[in-house]
């Protein structure tokens, strides 16, 4: 008897050491940090500060196939994290009812500091963003007022509502913001580039580091540091097609076959490249800018006749690019489906 009452509160010791060890291997929640290095953000945090419910309640909303018409696409389908929250290996998106999208779906990274959104950016503020993609015909094709209604008629989304804002009153304003404090949390941060810009000098090897100094001769004012973009539009001399760019949204011919500049973080991770897809590896990329630039009469300037790159240089480049890689961010498991 007395040896089974021991065996009983051994194991209840256990339990709570187990639990103990549970609650302090979670990492409390600092909501939203701006790194060090990184310039001032461009969200408006004081009208949507980032709380651990809300941050929840984005996730949850990113996942959640209910936000599409027929349940079966959500956020996270098309965004996929291993690759930086962009569509690997499609050149443009498959959505509902397997449907093709126009553009490839760009990663979500760092978007505080974006100032505009989608390719053409057709959006100015990250709390409207998520309404393209809900009722777009070829992406999730649903209406706002539906989804509002399903999250309603759900207890748990009703409770977290609550938690993230105060009452169960589900509305999309709410929906939106709540989006955003989860969108806002996804932060690249941690590659061998930023250990290197920390102070670390051996995270880059000799290579990487000519390639760096290459990249911010020829590359760094477009893809400028720390974010590897400077939110601008260019037209980078891909073969003109049937999609304007920029000129769809501004109606200025001169903004014709402009796209919004790409961040070059995790750029390993998220083939293929371009706005259309059409670039499968960063090898082509590069290929593109040696010698397949197409002279419009809007390019860049910075990529006129003039502009070069020889082997030595695209390989010292590319040396330095997949140092952008950011395993954390791409692994970090507060960013996956829960």
């Known amino acids: 008897m007395k040896l089974r009452v021991f065996y009983v509160i051994l194991l209840l010791f256990l339990a709570a050491t187990s639990c103990n060890k549970e609650q302090e291997e979670q990492p409390e929640f600092t909501g939203f940090v701006s790194p060090k290095h990184f310039p001032e953000t461009t969200y408006p945090f004081e009208t949507n500060p980032v709380t651990e419910a809300g941050f929840k309640l984005g996730r949850k909303l990113f996942y959640d196939g209910r936000l599409s018409r027929d349940g079966s696409i959500s956020c996270g389908s098309c965004h996929i994290q291993y690759s930086a929250f962009s569509h690997v290996a499609h050149a443009v998106s498959h959505g509902i009812d397997d449907k093709l999208g126009k553009r490839n779906a760009p990663p979500i990274q760092n978007a505080a500091w974006m100032q505009t959104f989608m390719w053409d950016g057709g959006v100015h503020n990250l709390d409207m963003l998520p309404f393209n993609p809900i009722q777009n015909p070829v992406e999730m094709d649903e209406t706002v007022s539906n989804v509002i209604l399903k999250l309603q008629a759900d207890e748990t989304y009703r409770q977290m509502f609550s938690d993230a804002f105060g009452s169960e009153e589900i509305n999309s304003t709410r929906m939106m913001q709540a989006f955003s404090q989860f969108m806002c949390m996804l932060i690249s941060d941690h590659s061998r580039y930023d250990e290197y810009i920390g102070g670390n000098e051996t995270a880059l090897n000799t290579e990487e580091k000519e390639g760096l100094a290459i990249f911010r001769q020829k590359c760094n004012t477009c893809h400028t540091e720390p974010l590897f973009t400077n939110n601008g539009f260019k037209n980078n001399g891909m073969p003109p097609g049937n999609d304007k760019g920029r000129s769809l949204i501004t109606l200025n011919p001169a903004d014709e076959y402009a796209f919004k500049v790409p961040s070059l973080r995790n750029i390993e991770k998220t083939m293929p490249y371009m706005h259309n897809g059409t670039l499968q590896t960063i090898d082509d990329v590069l290929n593109h800018y040696q010698s397949g630039i197409v002279q ?31 395993e954390k961010f791409l692994k970090n498991p507060d960013f996956s489906e829960q």
């Open 296 to 326: 419009t009469p809007n390019l860049d300037p910075l990529l006129g006749s003039n502009f070069s790159l020889t082997n030595l240089e695209k390989e010292r480049l590319k040396a330095f690019l997949l140092t952008l890689t950011d």
